[in-house]
């Protein structure tokens, strides 16, 4: 607990860039602890050879099992169209790998004509998502690993301790297309250690990604898939409340026999979805999701979790708007100690697991603050708040 309590304080202090539901900067450019040397530029793209395009090996490597969307290939070739008729090679650099000089100007009146454009509202998410995407997968290819998500020179893999995860739970990670590739990201975690199939990566906005979520979800019904999400304006349960007490969605738990270590023919998982973007995005990706519940389900209240033991403590990772909001990771900590806690499920060992998503946790900070150092720029982070989070 102490060295729980230790990480999360340190974490606290350090994280400046948003990931899962972080906080909004205030004052980006005015910030003392702004980076004292600019981001280098990044040209290992080729448009003209043939390895522009993405594969599916590559696209697969960077943390999903899905086919590469349809819309992400048609955007990488208008990148490479527009590179032929400038004559010109694309480059990125600065925060988040964005293009870079004359070709950007080209591109952004490019893209800004086709969005415009289009008409129906599910067609304009699906190309934004998808230049999102598709740039972010150019610019960091030859720079970042394509598991950790970190410039190469800073890979961490090495120090990251794969485990199974109880086949009882899976993951979905409903990442923004804006925290896709993200290096202080910590979703891309969870299917590190546990594997893509037990944390599986969907992205909002793409409709290939959307499809084999809810697929999955309707196989496996509405009663055991739950979003962890404290959203004032719906109705949440608490773990215990949700996964014991008689509830129908885990008295049957996929047909698990609750106690015992083993699986029964046909037994089917609880899916817990993990909103994985800044705060600012999150209301718009849970209101995706109510949405698709109600043309599923014919409802659109999706059944939510709230956490309920060692919320407080989780705040801490780093400085939230608000209590109970708190980063991907530690979420799924939190959510896999409470379960744990629980008589019913404490033969799984699900502690066990929520250790090694800490653990994790550290590795990728003290990666982080290496490079950061590394690159002379501050570790020290201007406090947003008033409260004494530590």
Same mark, same amino acid.
């Given at each position: 607990m102490a060295r729980a309590f230790s990480l999360i304080c340190t974490l606290a202090s350090f994280f400046r860039n948003r990931t899962k539901m972080d906080s909004r900067p205030r004052n980006v450019r005015g910030s003392s602890s702004r980076p004292t040397s600019p981001s280098p530029l990044r040209r290992d793209y080729r448009g003209d050879s043939d390895d522009s395009s993405i594969s599916l090996e590559e696209w697969q490597s960077w943390g999903t099992s899905s086919q590469i969307p349809t819309v992400v290939k048609e955007i990488v070739e208008d990148l490479k169209v527009i590179e032929r008729d400038m004559e010109a090679q694309m480059s990125f650099g600065g925060l988040g790998g964005k293009l870079q000089g004359n070709f950007k100007a %080209?591109?952004?009146? *490019?893209? &800004?004509?086709?969005? %415009?454009?289009?008409?129906?509202?599910?067609? *304009?998410?699906?190309?934004?998502?998808?230049?999102?995407?598709a740039c972010r997968l150019l610019g960091s290819r030859g720079y970042l690993c394509q598991k950790c998500w970190l410039p190469l020179e800073d890979c961490m893999c090495s120090k990251i301790m794969p485990c199974d995860l109880w086949n009882g739970i899976r993951f979905w990670l409903y990442m923004h297309p804006k925290d896709f590739l993200r290096q202080n990201n910590t979703g891309k975690l969870l299917w590190q250690l546990f594997g893509v199939q037990a944390a599986t990566l969907c992205l909002f906005g793409i409709a290939e990604h959307e499809e084999i979520m809810w697929n999955a979800f309707k196989l496996?019904? $509405?009663? #055991? @898939?739950? !979003?962890?999400?404290?959203?004032? +304006?719906?109705? #949440?349960?608490?773990?215990?409340?949700?996964? !014991?007490?008689?509830?129908?969605?885990? %008295?049957? /738990?996929? +047909?698990?026999? @609750?106690g015992s270590t083993s699986q029964t023919n046909g037994g089917k998982p609880i899916h817990f979805v993990l909103i994985d973007g800044t705060w600012n995005n999150s209301g718009a990706m849970f209101s995706r999701l109510k949405e698709q519940a109600k043309i599923v389900w014919g409802e659109d209240d999706l059944s939510c979790i709230s956490l309920t033991m060692g919320v407080s403590t989780m705040h801490k990772l780093r400085p939230q708007p608000s209590w109970d909001r708190t980063c991907t990771a530690a979420a799924a900590i939190g959510l896999l100690s409470e379960i744990h806690s629980l008589p019913e499920f404490s033969s799984? &060992?699900?502690? $066990?697991? =929520?250790? =090694? /998503?800490?653990?994790?946790?550290? @590795?990728?900070?003290? =990666?982080? #603050?290496?490079?950061?150092?590394?690159?002379?720029?501050?570790?020290a982070r201007k406090e947003r708040h008033n409260i004494n989070i530590c």
């Amino acid at each position: 607990m102490a060295r729980a309590f230790s990480l999360i304080c340190t974490l606290a202090s350090f994280f400046r860039n948003r990931t899962k539901m972080d906080s909004r900067p205030r004052n980006v450019r005015g910030s003392s602890s702004r980076p004292t040397s600019p981001s280098p530029l990044r040209r290992d793209y080729r448009g003209d050879s043939d390895d522009s395009s993405i594969s599916l090996e590559e696209w697969q490597s960077w943390g999903t099992s899905s086919q590469i969307p349809t819309v992400v290939k048609e955007i990488v070739e208008d990148l490479k169209v527009i590179e032929r008729d400038m004559e010109a090679q694309m480059s990125f650099g600065g925060l988040g790998g964005k293009l870079q000089g004359n070709f950007k100007a %080209q591109e952004d009146r *490019k893209h &800004r004509a086709t969005y %415009q454009a289009l008409v129906d509202s599910e067609k *304009k998410l699906q190309f934004f998502a998808a230049r999102q995407i598709a740039c972010r997968l150019l610019g960091s290819r030859g720079y970042l690993c394509q598991k950790c998500w970190l410039p190469l020179e800073d890979c961490m893999c090495s120090k990251i301790m794969p485990c199974d995860l109880w086949n009882g739970i899976r993951f979905w990670l409903y990442m923004h297309p804006k925290d896709f590739l993200r290096q202080n990201n910590t979703g891309k975690l969870l299917w590190q250690l546990f594997g893509v199939q037990a944390a599986t990566l969907c992205l909002f906005g793409i409709a290939e990604h959307e499809e084999i979520m809810w697929n999955a979800f309707k196989l496996a019904g $509405k009663s #055991t @898939v739950w !979003c962890l999400y404290p959203n004032q +304006n719906a109705s #949440t349960m608490s773990v215990q409340d949700s996964l !014991c007490h008689g509830s129908s969605a885990v %008295q049957s /738990v996929g +047909n698990f026999s @609750v106690g015992s270590t083993s699986q029964t023919n046909g037994g089917k998982p609880i899916h817990f979805v993990l909103i994985d973007g800044t705060w600012n995005n999150s209301g718009a990706m849970f209101s995706r999701l109510k949405e698709q519940a109600k043309i599923v389900w014919g409802e659109d209240d999706l059944s939510c979790i709230s956490l309920t033991m060692g919320v407080s403590t989780m705040h801490k990772l780093r400085p939230q708007p608000s209590w109970d909001r708190t980063c991907t990771a530690a979420a799924a900590i939190g959510l896999l100690s409470e379960i744990h806690s629980l008589p019913e499920f404490s033969s799984y &060992r699900l502690d $066990k697991r =929520a250790e =090694a /998503v800490e653990d994790s946790l550290e @590795v990728l900070l003290d =990666a982080l #603050t290496a490079r950061r150092l590394r690159m002379g720029r501050s570790i020290a982070r201007k406090e947003r708040h008033n409260i004494n989070i530590c």
